[in-house]
């Protein structure tokens, strides 16, 4: 029953202990699909790690939590599993990134673009030209929809789940309810114990508020981009155009959001976590953050002279904050639909 | 310095289940609530930390059934009128630990025949004391660890104070009524041994080490009437690499029924298929406790791998009988001939390890009735069984109000819990009873000491 160093083998070592007492079976979809298994290889601890949304419920419930000889600590050693995962599925590999490197990197793409063109109040495009813009944007996009496909199939083949079990409409649509409601981090209706033992639902909506807001702001993007394409309609928008009240509602979702969980993880228990992430961590949710204050800083300011410099400094940071998701936190939504998937996949099959 | 002396209208002695029905109950009423819990933080709760689940009347399993399945477990060694009082009240307690934020769930994988019984605690017996504790905390009832009462102060039947140790500094304490929920004496083997002799040296305790028995016995030597037979527990056969304490459920092992058990002297002692492994697995830790040396060793093949619930250390697995025999550290001919023995004694039958099967043994002693099939795919599996004791049934004996029966009445001494189960439960055992009655007395002892305090 000795603890060992090597996060996999810890790992198996304590699915052994969870798989004979089950106690935590209600809580999550880790425990169940742990049921499903009675040896535990280094693919299903990958799996198992990134169907875990780190609530810590099963450490606080746990008979066996340290002090106890069995030294129990699921959350964390799956924490640590799930790290390297993150390293192992990226492609191509990658080295963690900090804000401050993701920020100077974009705001130089974005200097690098700016056009000689004087910058009357604004006319964004007198900055940088619209063609330049989309086409650096698509590059980057591209970019990032590639490696995160890369990364999903990377999972997805480690698994040893065919191809067609990603086409079963009802298993999707189970895994998409469970991601998009963070069913995992509900715990029956009450809240995950996070930050700490007492339960909150604070986890849940901060992230909802996160999560929402940048799908707002995405939606402000492709409908302000649908509008200048299709109805020659150029940006600046008016302050009531759908694109700004979408981008307005995301933005400030995308400020509150972050800053919540920012705020949550500086006062959560550190028993559970895994400290050498904080800074993928941090620099994700400082990424969100600046891509909000800098976009509505820009919406309040863009008849001003200060637009000139806002606009280079908001899309650097969108730049940087896209240029570094597949090597920050962003990718956990990648794997952790992934593992929804496969918990979803093996449940239809248990109850057949 | 001087002494710490914590006044207080109730004093719970020990912080599981029980102890904190009572403590909650008591605060109910609006009497101030202390509650002495002897072991830390992180063990706080007893042997509740390890439960799963409360046996519970509903309408599917009426007041009846539950009645006779407690008549047949005890053979009628049970107070008729404190088992109904704890059956009925069973549903009105659950719903009363809801309001306090105790959550339940489906019955867990592996355990599905207890579903129309028993009520599961989500999380298990931890979350359960986690969602009392913080109840207590938010009103204001005072709960002090490393606890552990070392005295009572007795004056004419009623307690008046008690001595502790507080993180091992010594404090008085003063209530207007005492509820003693302190557990049996499982944990304490210095008073095994008296009991049991030395093969109590080679038992297991399941739960925490802190039910060292010491208020039973202050109140036993005080005078109040015990029940039960100091050499009855509860001990199931379990893992024998578990740790001494505390290993709790992951330690169990249900592969009994599926293969041959041998003592050290690789001799079959009991029949292994009497009956259905939940109406027998508790019988296990006395059939091992009385073999030489309180050991006994599993032997499956690998037919039944994987019919059982997993446990938590691996098998002793092997090419032969014989080289198992060897690693087990067994006679290997002995062994070898009693699996050849049992082999050659199995008659065909269709096995279905879920029910009574057709499969059993003809012409040898002891016989396997139910699940006997040749012992002979390899490789084999070994599994060191001991003793693992639960708790114990000597207590003190209540009466319906839960007061401590030898003083006549109107004592201000109640015991809730382990300490008193022994009134209902004098032999064997139904799974999810102990936390039943802990809860029901609990309750009741909490609403009579707050009475007794003048609330």
């Not at chain 1, 810890?10 to 202990?17: Q, T």
């Not at chain 2, 002495?36 to 509903?58: D, F, I, K, W």
């Not at chain 2, 500094?169 to 008073?191: I, S, T, Y």
Request: proline residues 4%.
């Amino acid at each position: 029953m000795q603890q060992v160093t090597d996060p996999i083998a810890e790992g198996e070592r304590l699915m052994v202990i969870c798989n004979a007492c089950r106690y935590c079976e209600g809580y999550c979809a880790v425990f169940p699909a742990m049921e499903r298994r009675l040896t535990f290889s280094e693919a299903d601890m990958n799996y198992l790690a990134n169907l875990c949304h780190n609530c810590a419920e099963c450490y606080y419930a746990c008979q066996y939590a340290p002090p106890h000889e069995f030294a129990v600590n699921v959350p964390k050693v799956l924490a640590e599993i799930r790290a390297r995962s993150y390293r192992k599925y990226a492609w191509p590999r990658f080295r963690d990134v900090s804000t401050w490197w993701a920020v100077a990197v974009g705001v130089v793409v974005a200097a690098l673009l700016a056009g000689t063109r004087s910058a009357a109040a604004a006319n964004f495009y007198a900055v940088i030209s619209h063609e330049v813009m989309v086409g650096a944007f698509a590059v980057v996009f591209g970019f990032v929809i590639l490696v995160h496909a890369a990364g999903f199939l990377r999972f997805w083949r480690e698994s040893g789940q065919s191809a067609a079990g990603l086409l079963q409409p009802a298993v999707l649509l189970a895994a998409a309810h469970d991601a998009l409601s963070l069913k995992n981090l509900d715990s029956n209706g009450v809240g995950c114990t996070y930050p700490d033992q007492h339960h909150s639902q604070a986890r849940r909506w901060f992230h909802h508020l996160t999560f929402y807001g940048f799908l707002l702001c995405t939606a402000s993007t492709a409908v302000a981009a649908a509008y200048h394409s299709f109805f020659g309609w150029q940006a600046p928008h008016a302050y009531f155009s759908v694109p700004v009240v979408l981008g307005t509602l995301g933005g400030i979702g995308l400020l509150i959001g972050p800053v919540g969980l920012y705020w949550l993880k500086r006062h959560r228990d550190t028993a559970i976590v895994d400290i050498k992430q904080d800074m993928l961590d941090v620099s994700f949710i400082a990424l969100l953050f600046l891509t909000s204050l800098s976009g509505l800083l820009l919406l309040v300011m863009r008849e001003t002279h200060a637009m000139a410099g806002l606009l280079r400094i908001h899309l650097g940071v969108v730049l940087g904050l896209f240029l570094t998701l597949p090597y920050g936190k962003f990718v956990h939504g990648i794997y952790r639909s992934a593992a929804l998937v496969r918990s979803a996949l093996e449940a239809s099959r248990s109850q057949h | 310095m001087e002494q710490q002396i914590i006044e207080t209208d109730v004093a719970v002695v020990g912080g599981g289940n029980a102890g904190l029905c009572a403590a909650l109950t008591a605060r109910e009423s609006g009497a101030s609530v202390t509650v002495l819990e002897c072991a830390p933080v992180e063990y706080r709760g007893g042997n509740s930390r390890h439960t799963r689940n409360l046996r519970c009347m509903t309408d599917a399993y009426t007041e009846s059934e539950y009645f006779d399945d407690l008549q047949r477990v005890t053979e009628g060694q049970t107070t008729d009128a404190l088992a109904a009082l704890v059956i009925r009240d069973s549903l009105r307690t659950t719903k009363w630990m809801k309001a306090y934020g105790v959550r339940f769930q489906p019955p867990l994988g592996g355990t599905l025949h207890l579903g129309r019984t028993n009520a599961f605690f989500l999380g298990g017996g931890k979350a359960l004391m986690n969602a009392y504790y913080a109840a207590a905390q938010n009103r204001g009832i005072r709960i002090l660890y490393n606890a552990e009462v070392t005295d009572l102060h007795l004056d004419d039947g009623k307690f008046k104070s008690g001595r502790i140790l507080v993180n091992g500094q010594p404090a008085e304490f003063r209530a207007k009524a005492l509820v003693a929920a302190a557990g049996g004496f499982e944990a304490n083997l210095e008073w095994l041994e008296q009991v049991w002799g030395e093969a109590a040296r080679n038992f297991i305790v399941r739960g925490t080490p802190y039910n060292k028995g010491t208020v039973l016995k202050l109140l036993l030597d005080h005078g109040v009437e015990s029940v039960g037979d100091p050499r009855q527990c509860h001990a199931v056969a379990i893992d024998g690499r578990a740790p001494k304490f505390d290993g709790g459920i992951v330690t169990r092992l249900d592969c009994v029924p599926l293969g041959i058990v041998v003592n050290k002297q690789g001799d079959r002692f009991y029949d292994e298929g009497e009956d259905l492994w939940p109406k027998r697995y508790a019988i296990w830790g006395r059939l091992v406790a009385q073999q030489p040396d309180q050991i006994a060793y599993s032997i499956i093949d690998s037919k039944v791998m994987g019919r059982f619930m997993p446990s938590v250390f691996p098998p002793i697995r092997s090419a032969t009988v014989q080289e198992l025999a060897a690693a087990l550290g067994l006679p290997v001919q002995k062994l070898e001939a009693t699996v050849c023995k049992f082999n050659q004694a199995v008659r065909p039958g269709s096995f279905d390890h879920q029910i009574l099967d057709d499969c059993r043994t003809d012409g040898i002693s002891p016989r396997k009735s139910h699940w006997a099939q040749a012992i002979d795919r390899p490789p084999f599996y070994g599994y060191p069984l001991r003793p693992g004791i639960t708790f114990t049934y000597l207590g003190v004996k209540v009466n319906e109000r839960a007061e401590v029966q030898g003083f006549g009445s109107g004592t201000n001494i109640f015991a809730a819990g382990e300490i008193m189960a022994g009134n209902i439960l004098g032999k064997g055992y139904l799974a999810g009873l102990g936390m039943t009655i802990g809860a029901v007395f609990g309750r009741i002892a909490g609403r009579e000491a707050a009475r007794a305090a003048g609330y």
